[in-house]
T-cell receptor
Framework: QKEVEQNSGPLSVPEGAIASLNCTYSDRGSQSFFWYRQYSGKSPELIMSIYSNGDKEDGRFTAQLNKASQYVSLLIRDSQPSDSATYLCAADVLLGPNSGGGADGLTFGKGTHLIIQP | GAGVSQSPRYKVAKRGQDVALRCDPISGHVSLFWYQQALGQGPEFLTYFQNEAQLDKSGLPSDRFFAERPEGSVSTLKIQRTQQEDSAVYLC????????????FGQGTRLTVV
């Protein structure tokens, strides 16, 4: 079973602080990693993608990837109450015996519930 | 359209009824995915299309589930003889080139089987 693991939380962070979200994955063949934000009752919204070891920054968000440790993280600087949501980590995996031509899909973690305290 | 569009947004079905869920992907996106999301869980992969070809259906939970994308654009997920355990949000996503590229989700269809 190819898995993506996240701490479900809730993770509570004061406004203005750095929120750190972590994720591990089991499939060493995974090459692409994504962070999605999901507000209650809404669909997932892509916020970051990362493909290479190291850091990738986009505004207040920084994604970090360590393939040797099979670890992905998301840092949110200057956290705002509007950042309160569930954050889903996803990794591409090769799925199922009937995958054709190397086709695969995304496996998601269960998500971390982040609460930013005003 | 500008984003992935799904219809209906909400569907209530009586147990045993057949349902059809529609997904209209972002124009030009080759890949289309269906996911099922239960409350408090992450999305679970159901099936993947590249253009009109269904390349992976390993996540479909039973033979009551069927998906198609006949012209490589709009896709339909059909559930026959719905059961209560089919109640979930069904999410469609599309990406430009494949599972390793960024995928964007539609608003989802919340299916409730009573």
């Amino acid at each position: 079973q190819k898995e993506v693991e996240q701490n479900s939380g809730p993770l509570s962070v004061p406004e203005g602080a750095i929120a750190s979200l972590n994720c591990t994955y089991s499939d060493r063949g995974s090459q692409s990693f994504f962070w999605y934000r999901q507000y209650s009752g809404k669909s997932p919204e892509l916020i970051m993608s990362i493909y290479s070891n190291g850091d990738k920054e986009d505004g207040r968000f920084t994604a970090q990837l360590n393939k040797a440790s099979q670890y992905v993280s998301l840092l949110i600087r200057d956290s705002q109450p509007s950042d309160s949501a569930t954050y889903l980590c996803a990794a591409d995996v090769l799925l199922g015996p009937n995958s054709g031509g190397g086709a695969d899909g995304l496996t998601f973690g269960k998500g971390t519930h982040l609460i930013i305290q005003p | 359209g500008a984003g992935v569009s799904q219809s209906p947004r909400y569907k209530v079905a009586k147990r045993g009824q057949d349902v059809a869920l529609r997904c209209d992907p972002i124009s030009g996106h080759v890949s289309l995915f269906w996911y099922q999301q239960a409350l408090g869980q992450g999305p679970e992969f159901l099936t993947y299309f590249q253009n009109e070809a269904q390349l992976d259906k390993s996540g479909l939970p039973s033979d009551r589930f069927f998906a198609e994308r006949p012209e490589g654009s709009v896709s339909t997920l059909k559930i026959q003889r719905t059961q209560q355990e089919d109640s979930a949000v069904y999410l469609c996503a599309s990406s430009l080139e494949g599972p390793r590229t960024e995928a964007f989700f539609g608003q989802g269809t919340r299916l409730t089987v009573v």
